[in-house]
């Protein structure tokens, strides 16, 4: 079955860095496009960033600059490198998969998230 992992959140000061990580399992990760969403308490979700197959990426407007995606094919990894961390990054990050099946049927699949907390 499909599972996604994520690691790396936790307490950082403002101005400091995470790097987040996702491991992929269960679906042909090298096809699959990623993206990094994430949740403030009493907020909507929202999209960070993703990165397709090919490995072209894509931001949400607000997240130009600080943020970073990257994946690795290889080890069915999927990264989010932050800096510069500010309080209103202060999230459950989610890591996020769309799986495409054999009949063309897609899915989106979530990992449980990991918790970033940023405060001095």
């Known amino acids: 079955q499909v599972q996604l992992v994520e690691s790396g959140g936790g307490l950082v000061q403002p101005g400091g860095s995470l790097r987040l990580s996702c491991a992929a399992s269960?679906?042909?990760?090298?096809?699959?496009?990623m993206s990094w969403f994430r949740q403030a308490p009493g907020k909507e979700r929202e999209l960070v960033a993703g990165?397709?197959?090919?490995?072209?990426?894509n931001y949400a407007d607000s997240m130009k600059g600080r943020f970073t995606i990257s994946r690795d094919n290889a080890g069915n990894m999927v990264y989010l490198q932050i800096n510069s961390l500010k309080p209103e990054d202060t999230a459950v990050y989610y890591c996020?998969?769309?799986?495409?099946?054999?009949?063309?049927?897609?899915?989106?699949?979530w990992g449980q998230g990991t918790q970033v907390t940023v405060s001095s």
């Open positions: 996020n998969a769309i799986v495409t099946d054999y009949w063309g049927r897609v899915y989106a699949y």
């Open positions: 269960g679906f042909t990760f090298s096809n699959s496009a």
């Open positions: 990165i397709t197959s090919g490995g072209g990426t």
